[in-house]
């Protein structure tokens, strides 16, 4: 547990990442991301990371460059970011999106701050997946230029399913929900 009271992500024991996981497996971590998104506490999970960082807003976005057909369409108010399965896990842990250097303390990342990098999304442009195993998070431009993008601002996480389909873990976890939450159907009376 850091100074500021938020606790790092556990060390990751591999530099490669995990291989993509099952539809039942997506779900799961779909439905963790979506249980974080509901949590009450993230306006303090904010705050609590602009003064461990001392960065009221950590993100910066640019125009990406989206070289090849792409497989996820894109909107103008939109900024996506590709990650591995790590960065969707330290989500649902954290409720707030991090860079590698935030999110591990400096033992994993590709830069030295806590800056976390996002594309501009391009509606004349698909993005791409970059890697095995990847996931792309997207979040309104909007919340990214506000400060840190907490779970419950992000709007879809993108990846593969095992049949190669491009799929929304956290719509997947939306559906499922709402389909739990609709009432029994009714069955008819029996006359006794």
């Given at each position: 547990m850091s100074e500021a009271g938020i606790e790092s992500s556990p060390p990751i024991a591999s530099a490669e990442a995990p291989a993509q996981p099952n539809d039942a497996?997506?779900?799961?971590?779909?439905?963790?991301?979506?249980?974080?998104?509901?949590?009450?506490?993230?306006?303090?999970?904010a705050a609590d990371h602009a003064l461990m960082t001392g960065k009221d807003n950590p993100n910066a976005h640019s125009p990406g460059l989206?070289?090849?057909?792409?497989?996820?369409?894109?909107?103008?108010?939109?900024v996506y970011r590709s990650v591995d399965v790590r960065a969707i896990h330290d989500l649902a842990?954290?409720?707030?999106?991090?860079?590698?250097?935030?999110?591990?303390?400096?033992?994993?990342?590709?830069?030295?701050?806590?800056t976390t990098f996002w594309n501009d999304g391009n509606p004349d442009k698909?993005?791409?997946?970059?890697?095995k195993g990847?996931?792309?998070?997207?979040?309104?431009?909007?919340?990214?230029?506000a400060g840190w993008v907490t779970a419950d601002k992000v709007t879809a996480?993108?990846?593969k399913n095992p049949a190669g389909e491009v799929v929304d873990m956290l719509g997947?976890?939306?559906?499922?929900?709402?389909?739990?939450?609709k009432p029994a159907a009714e069955t008819p009376a029996t006359q006794p």
């Open positions: 497996e997506l779900l799961a971590l779909g439905t963790k991301c979506l249980e974080a998104a509901q949590r009450d506490d993230l306006e303090a999970v989206f070289v090849g057909e792409g497989e996820v369409p894109m909107s103008a108010d939109s842990e954290s409720g707030v999106v991090r860079g590698a250097y935030t999110a591990t303390g400096g033992e994993r990342a590709q830069t030295s701050g806590h698909k993005a791409s997946f970059k890697g990847p996931y792309i998070i997207e979040a309104p431009k909007a919340a990214a230029e996480i993108h990846t997947m976890a939306r559906q499922a929900a709402a389909e739990q939450a």
